[in-house]
């Protein structure tokens, strides 16, 4: 019944779809905003000389090489099924890929490979386990560090995987309480992280024949991130701390004490997010704060310098260093604006020199995107709120339709660039709006805290906030205002119509959370650890029912009466498909008009490209009916 009503809704929309051709005066179809890449994850070898990315070929993303300097590409893995979903280099001559597998968890098999495509080996053999590469390089030429849960799936242990036999050799065994390991430069496992579920230790050994020892403890909610160990100061590790701070800064931490040895760059009112340092010349170089923007803070004046010499090169663009070799010489830039996906390009720092690589989307042209400008309102309770105003061109800047954004959870935040949902719905008249509310990052510890456990309460009131503040700046149409999100996001916006009756014309979600104690439960096994993180942060199932049943909109289907648009698939592990099916059935018993869309994948963005098309012309359809012909 379900499979006869997409196929009847597809067939219903083609008219739509075709209708949106290229030109003056006309849609840019739908499609051309989220065609899937040609070359994606693009990466080099150490020593700079090759050049590597995914690249489709019959619908499977396989790996490609090609030499730095120029030549012909060369296919190494040959996969006709399940395609390659992540991989890197090894070696100079050696690539590590894992292969994209059905199953619960996002599970893969992992393979090892030459660049010539010859001599592939499996490296893992429990189809029930997951395996992750600690160092990406080769210890004394066949030893990789990975950590896997073989052993027990609520753990993850490590383990010396030999490449040329495919043994497993126990390097050091989880406790029960360990949630990552680190290791330093040279591939040596020297620090460990151990969670209780709120409190967070980080574990300190000198060398791999001690026993770790634990050095400084911190609520969750306080970030201790470890950057590089100091080369010339083996007890000294860099690492972004918010610990006796609001704001999250770069500092030198003692691992024989625990305690801070030097502020390398600190502000009150600037959050780190990222910092970068240089193998090559053994220090670090910047710090990346992020406000509406990132911005680099340079902590060697040759980097600076570098950077301003790129800056030259790809202007009126931001640039993003994703690879580079071992020597520091070449390297692989990504850019992007806000109207422009933007490229790939590969830098030879020696020479000068930068050579295009390939278009993120060649399909967009910038003068047709829209501008993403940053807003600040004040929550009703007197917390500044920031977030993005998107705005449709050529339209009038008053009284517009608007699509309100909730970003995914919990943790994210939005981000300026380019986003394609955003230009999507702005290139159809709507002003798209953003609201990273309080519990989103990058804002502080004390702002993220400020949003536990107030989903469906002040979480919710600043996204009202904000449209209430689009309505008094005219920018909104009060009868024209529709909400969509994925994820948690997509929980928000159908919490938001029940909450705030008569805010909302419709409502759509995209893999979204109805039921916050079927979510909880849904935590796979190797994440318990982290269990009760989840509950400070979004609510106790045993201890705080009430909240949870108030806030979880698959108990308040009676309260809905607006239009409404689900996207779900039934193999997605963090919301039960049963429920979801109830509560469309539920709504549509109280004559709510539901347009359920049935995806064949659970991930998002959908990785099939025509799957992603059946997608947003639907959800174009549902905007169009709801917010445009009212």
């Known amino acids: 019944m379900m499979n006869g009503y997409k196929k009847f809704l597809w067939f219903a929309l083609l008219p739509l779809w075709f209708a949106c051709k ?9 499609n051309d905003f989220f065609k899937s890449q040609d070359k994606v994850s693009f990466a080099l070898s150490p020593n700079g000389k090759t050049l590597s990315y995914l690249k489709l070929t019959d619908k499977v993303q396989n790996i490609f090489i090609e030499n730095t300097e120029g030549g012909e590409s060369v296919q190494v893995t040959k996969l006709s099924e399940k395609g390659v979903g992540f991989y890197f280099w090894v070696s100079d001559n050696e690539l590590i890929y894992y292969k994209d597998k059905q199953g619960p968890g996002r599970q893969s098999d992992v393979f090892i490979i030459d660049k010539s495509g010859n001599n592939q080996r499996q490296l893992n053999d429990n189809a029930k386990s997951r395996m992750r590469v600690l160092k990406d390089q080769l210890i004394d030429n066949k ?15 490590v383990y010396r995987l030999n490449v040329r036999d495919g043994k497993m050799e126990m390097a050091a065994r989880n406790p029960g309480n360990i949630t990552d390991w680190i290791t330093d430069s040279k591939g040596k496992l020297r620090l460990a992280t151990s969670s209780d579920g709120v409190n967070e230790t980080l574990l300190y050994r000198e060398n791999e024949n001690m026993a770790f020892t634990p050095i400084l403890t911190n609520n969750f909610k306080t970030t201790l991130k470890p950057i590089a160990f100091a080369e010339t100061r083996p007890h000294t590790i860099y690492a972004i701390s918010s610990v006796n701070r609001d704001k999250n800064a770069l500092v030198e931490l003692d691992c024989n004490t625990g305690k801070e040895t030097r502020v390398l760059f600190a502000n009150d009112t600037l959050n780190v997010v990222d910092a970068q340092y240089s193998r090559n ?21 040759t980097v600076k310098a570098f950077y301003a010499k790129l800056d030259k090169l790809l202007p009126k663009t931001e640039s993003r260093i994703i690879d580079r070799d071992k020597a520091e010489n070449v390297f692989i830039v990504r850019t992007f604006t806000d109207k422009n996906p933007g490229s790939y390009y590969l830098y030879f720092a020696d020479k ?17 995107m829209s501008e993403m400008k940053p807003i600040s309102f004040i929550s009703r309770d007197g917390l500044k709120i920031n977030g993005y105003l998107t705005m449709p061109i ?28 955003v230009q999507f719905l702005a290139s159809r008249g709507y002003a798209v709006f953003q609201v990273n509310f309080r519990g989103s990052s990058g804002y502080g510890k004390e702002f993220m805290a400020a949003g536990f456990k107030q989903w469906g309460g002040k979480i919710n009131n600043d996204i009202n906030d904000g449209v ?5 700046q005219h920018i909104a149409n009060p009868k024209r205002i529709g909400i969509y999100g ?34 909880l439960k849904a935590v796979p096994p190797f994440l318990k650890t982290n269990l009760q993180m989840y509950y400070t942060i979004i609510g106790n199932p045993d201890t705080e029912v009430d909240y949870m049943r108030q806030a979880s909109p698959v108990f308040h289907s009676d309260k809905i009466d607006v239009p409404v648009f689900i996207a779900q698939s039934p193999k997605d592990q963090w919301v039960n498909s049963g429920e979801v099916i109830q509560f469309v059935k539920e709504l549509k018993k109280k004559n709510v008009n539901v347009t359920y869309f049935e995806k064949d994948k659970e991930s998002f963005p959908i990785p099939n490209e025509e799957s992603r098309q059946h997608l947003y012309v639907a959800l174009e359809q549902f905007l169009d009916v709801n917010l445009k012909k009212k």
């Open 281 to 301: 010349k053994k220090r670090m170089a910047f710090v990346v704060c992020e406000t509406w923007k990132k911005e680099k803070f340079y902590l060697d004046d």
């Open 468 to 472: 209430n503040w689009l309505i008094k």
């Open 143 to 157: 030893y990789l560090l990975v950590s896997s849960n073989k052993r027990d799936s609520t753990v993850f242990d």
């Open 486 to 519: 994925v994820g948690l996001g997509g929980y928000l916006a159908l919490n938001s119509v029940y909450s705030s009756p008569g805010l909302y014309n419709c409502a759509a979600s995209n893999s979204g959370v109805i039921n916050l104690f079927s979510y």
């Open 394 to 421: 050529n339209r009038p800047t008053k009284n517009l339709p608007v699509v309100v954004l909730p970003h995914n959870g919990p943790g994210n935040r939005n981000t300026w660039g380019y986003n394609a949902e």
């Open 22 to 30: 290229p030109g003056k005066g006309k849609l840019i179809p739908v």
């Open 352 to 368: 000068g020199v930068i050579r295009k690589l390939s278009d993120f989307n060649s399909a967009i042209r910038e003068e047709q």
